[in-house]
């Protein structure tokens, strides 16, 4: 039996026309991938979504759709109440709320208006029993914290391109999350990321692409596309002495869990 692929995260409509997302798509499917949740992080990344319309079956692939605020675009939160939010998750193709979260990597927002704008689409996830797709850079901390006192079991949550350490992995996993690891795990300095990759029971590891962002090492320097998945998924495997198809099944059958698609 061939590997198939999952990707737990990918901005289809970042990556460029319409011609090159089909074609890419197509490229991504002769790769084993199946399934895609594709990530729209604020208002211009929706209305390409919507425009594009390859949810379903637009192509070969599964194709789903997650709607949030990067942290630095939490200043287009005003535009996105509740009942505009209701709107989009009626369209059932979106079954997350994400990409969310907390980034005090660079100051490009307040980490105050951070907290208040992650802690809205934590509370709409928990109150629709949606998936959360959380983002994180140098914020684990304050992560953790929030996790710890608001989370609970009918909220399923991701945490997008980890890169923290076994420690911070190891925290994440016992409040119940699961940690997809990106390209950046196969780069020369992320010692730290394999190790977080090695800590943790199989049964909570996604692989992702970020297309069009963060090929992994092989591929640096060239657009990223979910194809890579294939790569990560199986490097991973790699390093944890895994079957490789044997490990892709399993991370394939994780994500429809943590989707709710099981």
Known sequence: MANKYFDSHAHLASFGSPEDILGMLDRSFEKGVRGILNICSDTEELEKTARLGISGSASKIKIYNSFG???????????????????????????????????????????????????????????????????????????????????????GIIIHCFSGDKDIAVKLERLGCKISFCGNITYPGSGKIREAALSLDASNILAETDTPYLPPQNKRGKKNYPGNVAYICDYIADIRSEDREIFSDKIYKNTEEALGLG
């Open 69 to 155: 605020l990067h942290p630095y675009s939490v200043t287009q939160a005003a535009d996105f109440p509740v009942e505009r939010l209701d709107g989009i998750f009626a369209d059932k193709s979106f079954i997350c709320v994400g990409e969310v979260g907390l980034d005090y990597y660079r100051k490009i927002t307040s980490a105050e208006k951070q907290v208040e704008i992650f802690l809205f689409f934590l509370e709409y996830a928990l109150s629709r029993n949606l998936v959360l797709c959380v983002h994180c850079r140098d914020a684990y901390e304050d992560l953790i914290r929030i996790l710890g006192e608001k989370r609970n079991n009918k909220c």
